[in-house]
């Protein structure tokens, strides 16, 4: 696609409940990360793909966080039992590596504003 | 540990004046440096890279090895400028580090 598409771009949820976040990054972008972004933390890395492997998957904060990727493009990031204080906004970014395109920066999408009520 | 650090959650100046966003970081090697901004209700978007050298909307960034720092600098505020600015580290050629963001304010 011509951006980075994130869906839903808001989603309300009961604690406990799971959910799934979904990206589709640009096409022919190798590299896929995932985000999370709230008041006073900033923006926290959280995951890493290239391909449909994830090198780098240091930022989830506990088991309860879980992302994969499939056909080298969509990524699903999956949220089990959800608590209050996973209330954030959920970015997701692609860049074409290959090209060592991530001297150039990422492409980012508009976000998914979880709130767990 | 590889870390970016934006000391000011919040700056607020006046049309006109001269703006600073500082931004200091701690790495071993040689840094890559980035400055994200994020208008009113759009999407993160790359603002400068210190590669570069370039100037982009008034903005410049120089990179301070001797005092790690890569502080974001425009002469004369505008308006538009209002933001929230993110610092950004490129660590081990995998993924970006971000600072915590200054949220900057243009005073009329």
């Known amino acids: 696609g011509a951006g980075v598409s994130q869906s839903p771009s808001n989603k309300v949820t009961e604690k406990g409940k799971d959910v799934e976040l979904r990206c589709d990054p640009i096409?022919?972008?190798?590299?896929l990360y995932w985000y999370r972004q709230s008041l006073g933390q900033g923006l926290e890395f959280l995951i890493y793909f290239q391909g449909n492997s994830a090198p780098d998957k240091s930022g989830l904060p506990s088991d309860r966080f879980s992302a994969e990727r499939t056909g080298g493009s969509v990524s699903t990031l999956t949220i089990q039992r959800t608590q209050q204080e996973d209330s954030a906004v959920y970015l997701c970014?692609?860049?074409?590596?290959?090209?060592?395109?991530?001297?150039?920066?990422?492409?980012f999408g508009s976000g998914t504003r979880l709130t767990v009520v | 540990a590889q870390r970016v650090t934006q000391p000011e959650k919040l700056l607020s100046v006046f049309k006109g004046a001269p703006v600073e966003l500082k931004c200091n970081y701690s790495?071993?090697?040689?840094?890559?440096l980035f400055w994200y901004v994020q208008y009113s209700r759009q999407r993160l978007q790359l603002l400068l890279r210190h590669i570069s050298r370039e100037s982009i909307k008034g903005f410049t960034a120089d990179l301070n090895k001797g005092e790690t720092s890569f502080h974001l600098k425009k002469p004369f505020a505008q308006e538009e400028d209002s933001a929230m600015y993110y610092c950004a580290l490129l660590q081990g050629a995998q993924k970006l580090v971000f600072g915590q963001g200054t949220r900057l304010t243009i005073n009329p």
């Open positions: 096409s022919g972008h190798t590299a």
């Open positions: 970014a692609s860049t074409n590596k290959e090209r060592a395109g991530l001297r150039y920066g990422y492409t």
């Open positions: 790495y071993s090697g040689s840094p890559e």
